[in-house]
């Protein structure tokens, strides 16, 4: 009966846990807000687990902040909370809708309610964010510019609450500009509508490169502000060990626009350089006493505020077929600050005087756009007065390719000079379609490969080659101890008696050995037999192998071993059959 | 089997093998006509100007997993000439790595290279003097060559053991020294493409920073062109570092990376 009971209950608490129907709920931390700030959202679905799809709001810029879950039980029943956290970001002003989001749970598609969030109007730096404890603005220290003139575009990041740290969340973005950014950043506090704020300013130069009108920024910042937090669920124990979490907020700072206008036409004389700002232009002699031949080297420095990266070499006014100019690559020294581009840039060449005489260089003009103003300016340096003197005979320098002269005899005045680049492009393009053959590069594993291989290789054919000849060797060996036994019986000759045919003796049983396969030192033909029977001989010449053993045998304990024909005979035979049974 | 036999199953045999070329051979063939369109296509955009599409193209032949350094030579080219700078050299190094010696390609970045403004850290010539060969062949070139030396080693090895006459030490010495030479070339290049790669800032001017994000100081500028080695990476910046003492961090996609290996 207990037991039924039990049962009972358990199927009671299981049935009402099941029975509790998922629900959808999406909140937000304020429904105000002023252009530039973010406000969080939260979708909360109870009782399941869920897909929200987030891709209905359209007023907004929408950055997930991920998931968290609550399981509580109470009185029994279960209950479980997951909630989808979202950072968003009015993309305008006005009454903006955050529409019911769909949340897919288990294939069935719930809705949240609908949300309304009021962006406020905004009514000038003095006014906005009056009650805001982040915003960002930027501005720019002109309205209106002409194409190359510089300006100052400021990031301000404004915080009246503790920040721990600033990122760019989406950089601001200068397209048709040249951007040169502050090396540091500005740090101050200001006042804005009785409020107080710690400022933190980037710089940027700005050069404009079309005209137009254009826009600097928008940016996106992520800012950690810190904060005590009460949220629900927190422990008191971690209240103690950890009493501020930051927590991250987005703020915007709006596009600024700037309208570029063309310079004015030019038709002064001379060319307009392309620079815009204020400018000078000096110019040097290092040398203004030389020959023919000799080399001075004439130095332009252009300076200035303004885009001085953009300067390029003044127009050389040098007479003409009189020097001969080789340039060098300019050097640039350029400081950003606060009050924009300056520094100055310097062209230099080499001029080697080809004639004597006296020359004036220059003078040498620069034509620049000076905002100020608003006109074209010329800069003029004044002309250097440069004396030319005769070259020495060995440095004479021909500028005619004289045929022969009469009365003289024909020498070679002319002096070699060095080939240099009159111009220079690009090389064509390959074209052949070998060119879209697929050649991949080596890797690691093939290169380990290419190296390891042979080795293995190697030792597999070392392997082989030893095994192969284990066999082999030994009939080798015996096949050359035969031989050698054969040589020596050739060296004692026939009158050397027992020794002879005990080399004879020898070279015969080592070649039967070798053709066996085996080592052995002494052979009956009985034994010799059964061997060259077992390598398959033929019966024939099996009997000629014994009877020459049993031949040898005789003449050596028979005592017949003088006779030099017979010696000879021998001799004959045993090198036949040393032959056939060694091959 | 009979002789009608044989004949019927080689019959069998060649229609089969027709069967798998044609089925096999082509889809292959058609992908190879597309390529070489697609190829030729590029090449006639560039020569009517159209330097951007080019570069597209060539670009999409690059992406499709073709490797080759007159292709990547093609890229260089197509960027410098539609204005990208730091692309045109990127690729040029790229190639440059499967064509070391290519004149042309040499001389088209030395060219690309005089329009960086930033001055390059110089190279040590005693370096290139005494390493002639890392500078003249490419990698491929090196661990084929270290791999044949290594194979005629163990072939004139294997001779001396085995076989009479025997070759001198001399040789074998010789041909030990070669392959190191090669060997430990190819794996220098390897280590340091691998530890050390290279790459190329792309935009026009970048700020080098002191930290990860966009709002840290900045402690210098590069221009589009400059190389770089890649010392490090972060979420998605990369450490880099320019001459001797120049070290700070950029946004991975400002950089081109240079080397084939990583």
């Not at chain 1, 288990?106 to 406020?120: F, H, K």
């Not at chain 2, 080019?54 to 690059?62: G, K, P, Q, T, Y």
């Not at chain 2, 000439?81 to 692309?87: D, H, P, Q, S, T």
């Not at chain 2, 791999?147 to 006459?165: D, H, M, N, T, Y």
Request: charged share 20%; net charge positive; hydrophobic share 40%.
């Amino acid at each position: 009966m207990k037991r039924l009971i039990l049962i009972a209950a358990a199927l009671f608490w299981a049935a009402t846990c099941l029975a509790a129907e998922p629900e959808v709920r999406a909140t937000v931390d304020r429904s105000e807000v002023a252009p530039g700030e973010s406000l969080r959202l939260t979708v909360e679905i109870s009782g399941a687990q869920g897909a929200v799809n987030v891709s209905g709001i359209r007023d907004f810029e929408v950055v997930s902040r991920g998931t968290s879950q609550n399981i509580s039980i109470v009185n029994g029943q279960m209950s479980k909370r997951v909630n989808y956290t979202y950072t968003l970001m009015p993309k305008k002003i006005g009454r903006l809708l955050i529409p019911p989001l769909p949340v897919d749970i288990d294939g069935r598609t719930l809705y949240t309610e609908m949300l309304a969030i009021q962006v406020a109007r905004d009514g000038g730096e003095q006014n906005a964010g009056r009650s805001s404890d982040l915003f960002a603005r930027m501005s720019l220290s002109e309205k209106q510019v002409c194409l190359g003139q510089q300006f100052i575009a400021r990031l301000r990041i404004y915080n009246a609450v503790p920040v721990t740290g600033r990122a760019f969340q989406k950089a601001p973005v200068f397209e048709g500009f040249a951007v040169e950014q502050l090396e540091e950043n500005r740090t101050y506090t200001t006042t804005v509508s009785g409020r107080r704020y710690e400022v933190v300013e980037v710089v940027y130069v700005l050069t404009p490169e079309k005209t137009g009108t254009l826009a600097a920024g928008p940016a996106t910042i992520e800012c950690q502000v810190v904060r005590r937090d009460r949220s629900a669920g927190r422990s008191p124990f971690d209240a103690f060990f950890n009493p501020v979490q930051p927590v991250s907020k987005l703020v915007r700072a709006g596009a600024a626009e700037v309208t570029v206008v063309p310079l004015p036409d030019f038709s002064g004389p001379g060319r307009f350089s392309g620079l815009v700002g204020t400018f000078d232009l000096q110019v040097d002699i290092d040398e203004t006493a030389l020959t023919v031949g000799g080399s001075a080297n004439l130095t332009m420095t252009v300076k200035g505020q303004g885009n001085i990266r953009d300067a390029t070499l003044p127009q050389l006014a040098l007479p003409e077929e009189a020097f001969k100019i080789y340039q060098e690559d300019p050097v640039e020294e350029v400081a950003v600050s606060a009050a924009g581009i300056s520094g100055y840039k310097r062209f230099s060449a080499a001029l080697v005087p080809l004639r004597q005489g006296e020359y004036q260089l220059g003078p040498f003009s620069l034509t620049y756009f000076d905002v100020e103003r608003e006109q074209y300016v010329t800069v003029q340096s004044e002309p250097l007065a440069v004396t030319v003197a005769p070259a020495s005979k060995e440095s004479e320098v021909n500028l005619f390719a004289a045929g022969k002269q009469e009365g003289k005899a024909e020498t070679s005045n002319i002096r070699k000079e060095s080939v240099r680049f009159t111009g220079k492009d690009l090389f064509p393009l390959k074209k052949d379609l070998s060119a879209i053959a697929d050649r991949p590069p080596v890797s690691v594993t093939q290169y380990l490969l290419l190296i390891g291989l042979p080795g293995i290789f190697y030792l597999v054919a070392l392997a082989v080659a030893v095994y192969a000849r284990k066999d082999e060797s030994v009939a080798r060996v015996m096949a050359r101890q035969s031989r050698t036994a054969l040589k020596t019986a050739r060296r004692l000759g026939g009158n050397a008696g027992g020794d002879y045919l005990d080399s004879l003796y020898r070279a015969i049983v080592y070649a039967v050995y070798s053709r066996a396969g085996r080592q052995g030192q002494t052979l009956t033909y009985r034994e010799a037999r059964t061997l060259l029977e077992e390598k398959g001989c033929s019966e024939a010449f099996i009997e000629e192998v014994c009877a020459f053993l049993e031949a040898v045998e005789q003449a050596r304990y028979g005592g017949q071993s003088g006779d030099a024909s017979a010696a000879e005979i021998l001799m004959r035979t045993a090198g036949d059959l040393v032959r056939r049974l060694t091959r | 089997m009979n002789g009608r036999g044989i004949r019927r199953t080689g019959l069998t045999l060649m229609i089969w093998l027709t069967a798998v070329f044609a089925f096999t051979a082509v889809p292959s063939f058609a992908g190879e006509a597309g390529l070489h369109q697609q190829f030729l296509k590029a090449v006639s955009d560039y020569e009517n100007g159209e330097y951007v599409r080019a570069a597209e193209a060539f670009r999409a032949l690059a992406d499709s997993g073709i490797h080759n350094g007159e292709l990547y030579y093609n890229l260089g080219n197509a960027y410098f000439r539609a204005g990208e700078l730091g692309r045109a050299i990127c690729w040029y190094e790229k190639a440059r790595q499967m064509l070391p010696a290519d004149p042309e390609l040499a001389f088209n970045l030395d060219y690309a290279r005089s329009f960086v403004k930033d001055r390059q850290p110089e190279q040590s010539s005693l370096a290139r003097t005494l390493f002639f060969w890392r500078y003249l062949l490419s990698q491929k070139i090196t661990v084929y060559l270290a791999g044949a030396a290594r194979l005629l080693f163990f072939v004139v090895l294997f001779w001396r053991k085995v076989f009479r006459p025997r070759p001198p030490g001399w040789l074998l010495s010789a041909i030990l020294a070669v392959f190191l030479v090669f060997a430990v070339t190819a794996a220098v290049n390897f280590y340091l493409a691998g530890a050390f790669p290279r790459g190329v800032i792309l935009p026009g001017a970048v700020s080098v920073k002191s930290g990860l994000s966009e709002l840290s100081t900045e402690l210098f500028i590069l221009h589009s062109g400059s190389c770089v080695t890649i010392e490090d990476s972060r979420k998605d910046y990369y450490r880099i570092r320019f001459g001797g003492d120049k070290v700070g961090w950029i946004q991975q996609e400002k950089v081109g990376l240079i080397s084939l290996h990583i």
